[in-house]
């Protein structure tokens, strides 16, 4: 699939696939879905699910955040940005963009992971701009919901970080290049517990008080990255939404294994529920086969 190109307010140009609905005939519509990556993932390895769920009647807006998979220039010293750009700048303009595309629709954020995250903080500070939200393994990442070791491993990224002037993830096992601010970021969260953007401003009052509906995703093989306590105590901050939670497991799913990434290779049957969810959020409705 060619790319669009959406340009940020700051002149960051981001490149997003969108996949379009079936054709249905039926005037009601099912919402719009935008999709952000984990942290030095890409967008292209979420295109099989974009794929199935535009098959049931959602558009669907597989976005690269600045700097992420197609919307260079990747990362390095002297090129940065942290999650609050992401939230703040990137987020506005790929919602503007679907928008105008498909005018009246209602609109989901998705995220994997960081890019879940990401949705949150957005959804957050923007109170009533977004229908729902879908979360896909994202975790409350504070070391003590993990191994104690992870402790070591927010501690060396942000020193390679502030060393390097980025993260050299595509070096180091992570993917590609992440930038400075964004790892200090995360790492910050996994140190302290504390959720602060990328200004220091605490996000958790923001996050007591969205109220909107919220799915979030955890498979019970995701041992390492994303277990099931930290996603738990992730979907715990936010008291006020209408939190839907699923812990799955390979087997309820037909697949031989879902994890953090393997769910997205091929998983039907988690993304029909996951349209069937979708087409819960009010004033939405299922398009029909």
């Not at 039926?26 to 098959?55: D, F, K, Q, S, V």
């Not at 919901?145 to 993260?167: I, K, Q, T």
């Amino acid at each position: 699939m060619e790319p669009e190109y959406v340009t940020t307010d700051d002149g960051w140009s981001l490149g997003v696939r969108c996949f379009e609905p079936a054709e249905t005939g039926n005037t009601a519509e099912a919402p719009a879905l935008i999709l952000l990556p984990a942290m030095g993932a890409h967008g292209g390895i979420y295109l099989r699910m974009a794929a199935h769920l535009a098959g049931k009647g959602h558009p669907v807006a597989v976005t690269d955040p600045r700097g992420v998979g197609i919307s260079e220039p990747a990362p390095k010293r002297g090129i940065d940005y942290g999650v609050s750009e992401h939230a703040e700048r990137d987020i506005p303009a790929v919602l503007d963009w679907i928008r105008a595309r498909h005018p009246g629709r209602r609109v989901v954020l998705g995220g994997h992971s960081l890019g879940g995250h990401l949705s949150a903080i957005y959804a957050a500070r923007n109170a009533g701009s977004v229908d729902g939200l879908v979360f896909l393994t994202v975790s409350h990442v504070h070391y003590r919901n993990f191994s104690p070791l992870s402790l070591l491993v927010f501690a060396g990224f942000s020193g390679l970080s502030r060393l390097m002037g980025y993260l050299p993830g595509h070096r180091i096992g992570w993917g590609s290049p992440i930038a400075r601010q964004v790892v200090l970021d995360w790492a910050g969260w996994g140190i302290s517990g504390r959720w602060r953007d990328s200004r220091g401003e605490d996000m958790i009052p923001l996050f007591a008080d969205l109220d909107l509906p919220l799915l979030s995703i955890s498979f019970a093989d995701d041992l390492r990255l994303s277990p099931k306590i930290a996603v738990d105590r992730f979907a715990e901050l936010f008291p006020a939404a209408d939190v839907h939670r699923w812990h799955l497991s390979p087997e309820e799913l037909d697949v031989a294994k879902a994890g953090h990434f393997d769910h997205l290779r091929g998983c039907p049957v988690l993304w029909d529920r996951i349209s069937n969810w979708l087409c819960t959020v009010p004033g939405a409705q299922p398009a029909t086969d």
